[in-house]
């Protein structure tokens, strides 16, 4: 959660360790996905993720990636053991222009994916790409043969289609 929300809502490290430790107690364990808005926004992801590992519990990082393309703190993230979803919408930065409003986005995208084959142990990530039609819908084979390409540490590529409803009109 953050600023573009319209609210923030950063619970503390207590509020974790409690629904932590009741969900420990369960039979199958959940899954826990941090989430969160943007969860590497949070100065102590690290720290919760390890909090849920000492708990027992499996732990997944749903990230846009940007920060992941800070080499230092994608060492950081990598050596949780924590498998990365990864928003990763394609290889045209025109894709990331039209549907984030942010050119650089792209660049910060592959320098994380690239940090991520470098420190990974594991083949563990896994590319989360929003798919619209006349957006990016041409770019997914090549999306397909990039994921390829970075076989050493990805195991997956999830498909979330979305349907434009945003107005150009400002």
């Not at 420990?24 to 919760?48: C, N, S, Y």
């Not at 195991?155 to 289609?161: E, I, N, V």
Request: include cysteine.
């Amino acid at each position: 959660n953050g600023p573009s929300m319209k609210f923030e809502y950063y619970p503390p490290r207590a509020y974790f360790e409690k629904i932590f430790d009741a969900i420990a107690q369960w039979e199958p364990k959940p899954v826990v996905h941090f989430f969160m808005g943007e969860p590497t926004t949070r100065k102590d992801i690290i720290e919760l993720i390890e909090l849920a590992h000492a708990k027992g519990l499996t732990v997944y990082l749903v990230t846009n990636g940007l920060k992941l393309a800070d080499e230092e703190y994608c060492r950081k993230i990598c050596e949780t053991g924590v498998p990365v979803l990864l928003g990763f919408d394609g290889r045209d930065p025109a894709i990331y222009t039209r549907m984030r409003k942010q050119t650089s986005a792209y660049e910060k995208k592959l320098k994380a994916l690239e940090n991520l084959k470098k420190y990974s142990k594991a083949r563990r990530n896994i590319i989360m790409c929003c798919t619209a039609r006349g957006v990016n819908d041409a770019y997914i084979g090549d999306l397909i043969e990039f994921c390829h390409e970075h076989f050493s540490h990805l195991k997956g590529l999830y498909f979330l289609p979305l349907c434009e409803t945003w107005s150009t009109e400002d």
